[in-house]
């Protein structure tokens, strides 16, 4: 499986500001997945991150509050912008598993906003 | 739209076999996932099972599809602390990450 290192691991924020999220990759890899994870909830898909083009974002999420950068095929990284107390949750950043099946995750952002 | 549901806590003793349950609605899902979340790390991919299976074993993991059902089920043999975690049922009509729907996790706790 890939390694993923993502950080900050957790972060504390005032409202109104934003934070940037980095994910990096220990293979090339073509897509790179971004999740959020609410309080007691499941994962949510937020966005899909390509190379070379802008990312691809699930409904109920937009480029103005979630801006991506993907700048090479081992980097991403996912701003929260604007930040109220309802963005806390954990931010995950995913790719494929080698196999096809399945994908390997990050230990997760926990985001704190006061 | 499609729906994975499984129970939020389980209580095990050490030693023991675990079994997770995970109910989903899409009839036309093709791969169901098991991943494990331990406290502040990432989800892990267990295992996976293609909808024309009914069962695979890996080790201590035996997943269980019923695709009648659409039940899908984790045993656990030999339940170890290590064991404790958040365990998510998830499952796609492909690989594609946008159709992957999670259940909200069944969180296993060990006791002695």
């Known amino acids: 499986s890939a390694v993923i290192s993502q950080k900050p691991s957790r972060d504390i924020c005032q409202r109104g500001t934003s934070l940037t999220i980095q994910c990096q990759v220990d293979?090339?890899?073509?897509?790179m997945f971004w999740y959020r994870q609410q309080p007691g909830q499941s994962l949510t898909l937020i966005a899909t991150a390509n190379q070379g083009s802008e990312a691809t974002y699930e409904s109920g999420f937009v480029i103005d509050k979630f801006p991506i950068s993907r700048p090479n095929l081992t980097f991403s990284t996912l701003t929260v912008s604007n930040m109220s107390p309802e963005d806390s949750s954990i931010y995950l950043c995913s790719v494929e598993e080698p196999t096809g099946y399945g994908y390997t995750f990050g230990s997760g952002t926990r985001l704190t906003v006061v | 739209g499609e729906d994975v549901e499984q129970s939020l806590f389980l209580s095990v003793r050490e030693g023991d076999s675990s079994v997770i349950n995970c109910t989903y609605t899409d009839s036309s899902s093709t791969y169901l996932y098991w991943y494990k979340q331990e406290p502040g790390a990432g989800l892990q991919l267990l295992t996976y099972i293609f909808s024309n299976m009914d069962m695979k074993q890996d080790q201590r993991l035996t997943v269980l599809l019923n695709k009648k059902d659409k039940h899908l089920s984790l045993r656990i043999a030999d339940t170890q602390t290590g064991d404790s975690a958040i365990y998510f049922c998830a499952e796609s009509r492909d690989s594609s990450a946008s159709k992957i729907i999670f259940g909200s996790g069944t969180r296993l706790s060990i006791r002695p």
């Open positions: 293979s090339q890899v073509t897509m």
